[in-house]
């Protein structure tokens, strides 16, 4: 089991609006660490889409994160077919020696 | 502009040792730590462990602590990953990624990736 947890998959219709969601404990979301997110493609290396609640030079501003309490979340809106991807969050977890931590990833279909 | 260039892919025996390479460019290793996750067929992301920028510092997960290690040549700007007694749950695409720290510690460039597979 992955430390943070995601929705194994979410969908919806060009033009929506879908959030993805990530739970995590006092150890590491709670603690007050960043989380950050990142798309992946099939066949390809994940991109940073999100870190902390900024986007990286070229992510479209549809995309925006939000952290509260030991959870957060990706909002997309505006969907468009070429947002069909893996979503993973990612944070850091202050018990586990330092570790960086993920999510198991979240699969978004664009119907 | 930023880029890590990993080395290709690998077919390994089971018990055998791989070790993998992560050639940055438009920065110096020394100036970001790198790290390494990895990801097995159809599965998610796994975080395997980091180095930090000055090479002295090194946290691994648990699951991989007395397999793994990682360093860093600042000679030829590279980073490598040696894991050890590969076994057939260790196939899966690892890829080497810089520590944003400032990014608050996000990965903010990543390898393209090296497909390892372990079989007899």
């Known amino acids: 089991q992955s430390v943070l947890t995601q929705p194994p998959s979410v969908s919806g219709a060009p033009g929506q609006r879908v959030t993805i969601s990530c739970t995590g404990s006092?150890?590491?979301?709670?603690?007050?660490?960043?989380v950050h997110w990142y798309q992946q493609f099939p066949g390809t290396a994940p991109k940073l889409l999100i870190y902390g609640n900024n986007r990286p030079s070229g992510v479209p501003d549809r995309f925006s994160g939000s952290k509260s309490g030991t959870s957060a979340s990706l909002a997309i809106t505006g969907l468009q077919a070429e947002d069909e991807a893996d979503y993973y969050c990612q944070s850091y977890d202050s018990s586990l020696s330092g570790n960086w931590v993920f999510g198991g990833g979240t699969k978004l279909t664009v119907l | 502009q930023v880029q890590l260039v990993q080395s290709g892919a690998e077919v390994k025996k089971p018990g055998a040792s791989v070790k993998v390479s992560c050639k940055a460019s438009?920065?110096?290793?020394?100036?970001?730590?790198i790290t390494w996750v990895r990801q097995a067929p159809g599965q998610g992301l796994e975080w395997m462990g980091w180095?930090?920028?000055?090479?002295?510092?090194?946290i691994y997960a648990q699951r991989f602590q007395g397999r793994v290690t990682m360093t860093t040549d600042t000679s030829t700007n590279t980073a490598y990953m040696e894991l050890r007694t590969l076994r057939s749950d260790d196939t899966a695409v690892y890829y080497c990624?810089?520590?944003?720290?400032?990014?608050?510690?996000?990965?903010?460039?990543w390898g393209q990736g090296t497909l390892v597979t372990v079989s007899s």
């Open positions: 006092s150890s590491n979301i709670g603690a007050g660490y960043d």
């Open positions: 180095i930090s920028a000055d090479s002295v510092n090194t």
């Open positions: 438009g920065y110096t290793v020394t100036n970001n730590g």
């Open positions: 990624a810089r520590v944003w720290w400032n990014g608050g510690k996000c990965f903010d460039y």
